[in-house]
Structure formats: structure tokens, C-alpha cells
């Protein structure tokens, strides 16, 4: 079947622009994740969403962060006047629940904010 | 919260020799610890994973070890091929504050001819 997808897969901003990821999980995975990879590092927990529940923020690193999931599917990844430090790879990965399952990754999204 | 360290950043081995990796994590209340390989330009798939009442899970070529006791896990490459080449996360789940996977920063592994 089909997996995660995001869109796009590139995207170049000019720093102060704001700029929406958007995630397609896999059908009937109730968690969603958002990471954020910078070059050569690990991946960076920001945000998950699960059902209907309110969703850990935690990792979002500023205010100029948000997400939202819609009707418990489709997600997108908001950030509002990009600074060049948000250059990175936005990944986002779904599945069956917040416990210990598989999370199933996307091919991420380059954001490049000049 | 979880921290989780990963040892080599890079590693570089000949075509058939064994790789291993190494990843600490400090909290006693992660319990599931999956291993992740990434492709150039693609996203990080699942490889092989662990639960904490499992000390040692083995598929094919991929094998991973979990010692509880000093909060270290390992992953184990036999035999490897060129298209070994990537970049390896460990993660552990932490159930005490979110449920969420915490990732080492990767290794660099390079198999060569």
C-alpha cells in the first residue's frame, strides 16, 4: 500500500516568508510525527498528534511553529517568518498508536531558507 | 528525558567484514529501541528493533543486543555488502514523559569494495 508522503520535496524561502509542509500519513495510523534533521544530525522531535487527543508541542522550538492535523489524516507543518536556522529536512512519520509501534517515515521535505 | 548517545559517527569497513554500533540511553523507563537506516535523500526505514524483555533479536544479516543493566544496546552487521552503505539511527521509546523515540545522531557506515 501506499506509505507516508509529503509535499514538496524541496523548497527554497526567502528568510522572513512563511512556508506550509504538508504530510500524508499512511490510512489508519492514528499518530503523526514531526521531525526536523539538520545536516550531518540526528532527527529532532517537534510535534505529534494522536486521534482527537491534544498534541505534544513539546519539541516545537519557537512560536513560529505550528501544526495542525485535519480530520485526523492530513497534517501540515507551519512556520511563520523563517530564519536561515530553519534550514533542515522536515520529516514526518506516522503509526498505529503513540505506544512502542513502528513509526513509518516519509521522504521529508528540504527546506532551504536563504 | 531520554538521551541517547551513538557510537561511531562513522564507520568504515571492507566488503565482508562485520560492523557494529553502539547507543546509550539514560533512562530505565525506555522500553522499545528500534535501529533505522537511511538512505541518501530518503527518509529513515525500520531495520530491526528491540523490546526491553528481549536481550538479543536476529534477522539475516542484522542482529541487535540489549543490555538493560548498563543501558546500552547494540547493532550487528555480518557479512556486509556495499549496499550497506548508509546512515544508521538508534532510538529509544521513553515512556515516562510523551512517548516518544529520541534518536542518537546517526552513523555514518561505509562498506567498501
Known amino acids: 500500500g501506499a506509505g507516508v508522503s509529503q509535499s514538496p520535496s524541496n523548497k527554497v524561502t526567502e528568510k522572513g516568508k512563511d512556508v506550509e509542509l504538508r504530510c500524508d500519513p499512511i490510512?489508519?495510523?492514528?499518530?503523526l510525527y514531526w521531525y526536523r534533521q539538520s545536516l550531518g544530525q540526528g532527527l529532532e522531535f517537534l510535534i505529534y498528534f494522536q486521534g482527537n487527543s491534544a498534541p505534544d508541542k513539546s519539541g516545537l522550538p519557537s512560536d513560529r511553529f505550528s501544526a495542525e492535523r485535519t480530520g485526523g489524516s492530513v497534517s501540515t507543518l507551519t512556520i511563520q517568518r523563517t530564519q536561515q536556522e530553519d534550514s533542515a529536512v522536515y520529516l514526518c512519520?506516522?503509526?498505529?498508536?503513540?505506544?512502542?509501534?513502528?513509526?513509518?517515515f516519509g521522504p521529508g521535505t528540504r527546506l532551504t531558507v536563504t | 528525558g531520554e538521551n541517547v548517545e551513538q557510537h561511531p559517527s562513522t564507520l568504515s569497513v571492507q566488503e565482508g567484514d562485520s560492523a557494529v554500533i553502539k547507543c546509550t540511553y539514560s533512562d530505565s523507563a525506555s522500553n522499545y529501541f528500534p535501529w533505522y537506516k537511511q538512505e541518501l535523500g530518503k527518509g529513515p526505514q525500520l531495520i530491526i528493533d528491540?523490546?526491553?524483555?528481549?536481550g538479543e533479536k536476529k534477522d539475516q544479516r542484522i542482529a541487535v543486543t540489549l543490555n538493560k543493566t548498563a543501558k546500552h544496546f547494540s547493532l550487528h552487521i555480518t557479512e556486509t555488502q556495499p549496499e550497506d552503505s548508509a546512515v544508521y539511527f538508534c532510538?529509544?521509546?521513553?515512556?515516562?514523559?510523551?512517548?516518544?523515540?529520541?534518536f542518537g545522531t546517526g552513523t555514518q557506515l561505509k562498506v567498501e569494495l
Open positions: 512519520a506516522s503509526s498505529l498508536g503513540t505506544g512502542a509501534y513502528e513509526q513509518y
Open positions: 490510512s489508519g495510523h492514528t499518530a
Open positions: 532510538a529509544a521509546f521513553y515512556t515516562g514523559g510523551g512517548n516518544k523515540l529520541t
Open positions: 528491540i523490546r526491553s524483555n528481549v
